[in-house]
């Protein structure tokens, strides 16, 4: 199975602050990852996908790069709804689909 | 509107069986394949099992096989899992999801339920 390591688990940052969240793939994934935004309480919500693609509704300060074994999700502009846990997915082998261990965004 | 409202959720007993079931509604549910995904307490996502349009491809996390089986019905727009054998490792919530697939590779997931909690304790 494919492992997906995120970095960090957990960080502090300011509202209005530039993010970035990475996300390395064991092997080669090509652009097949996904990211996911959970806040506390609810069910994950569809950030991005193949990797860059901007899920219909999603704001546009939220980005997504990378392809192979490296990406990364960047906040241009943190805003209050954003603090929550983000998870990134291979889509790449199948099965099983994998998911990277999280990494939560808290208020500084 | 898509909806995912999954049920059958509780408190049961090491070894013992449990049913969930996931009710779609607001798109055409046999154009999808669909997933189940858990989380733990405090934990992360793990995927759990997934079943084409079909039901002619049929996957499962290691961590279930053998023990859990997936289902649905296209007639009642449902998504079933069948889960046997129950350990405390089982014990999480477990969430319906709609999917995405990626031709010739996987899936991601673009609708979720709100997820319904298996305990498994004795």
């Known amino acids: 199975a494919i492992r997906m390591t995120q970095s960090p688990s957990s960080f502090s940052a300011s509202t209005g602050d530039r993010v970035t969240i990475t996300c390395r793939a064991s092997?080669?994934?090509?652009?097949?990852l996904a990211w996911y935004q959970q806040k506390p309480g609810k069910a994950p919500k569809l950030l991005i996908y193949a990797a860059s693609t901007l899920q219909s509704g999603v704001p546009s300060r939220f980005s997504g790069s990378g392809s192979g074994t490296d990406f990364t999700l960047t906040i241009s502009c943190l805003q209050s709804e954003d603090f929550a846990t983000y998870y990134c997915?291979?889509?790449?082998?199948?099965?099983?689909?994998?998911f990277g261990g999280g990494t939560k965004v808290e208020i500084k | 509107e898509v909806q995912l409202v999954e049920s059958g959720g509780g408190l049961v007993q090491p070894g013992r069986s449990l049913r969930l079931s996931c009710a779609a509604s607001?798109?055409?549910?046999?154009?999808?394949?669909m997933h189940w995904v858990r989380q733990a307490p405090g934990k992360g996502l793990e995927w759990v099992s997934g079943?084409?349009?079909?039901?002619?491809?049929?996957g499962y996390a290691d961590s279930v096989k053998g023990r859990f089986t997936i289902s649905r019905d296209n007639a009642k727009n449902s998504l079933y899992l069948q889960m046997n054998s129950l350990r405390a490792e089982d014990t999480a919530l477990y969430y319906c999801a709609r999917v995405i697939a990626a031709a010739g590779y996987g899936y991601y997931f673009d609708y979720w339920g709100q997820g319904t909690l298996v305990t498994v304790s004795s």
């Open positions: 997915q291979q889509y790449y082998s199948y099965p099983p689909l994998t």
């Open positions: 079943i084409s349009w079909n039901s002619g491809s049929i």
């Open positions: 092997q080669g994934i090509s652009s097949y």
């Open positions: 607001g798109f055409t549910f046999d154009d999808y394949a």
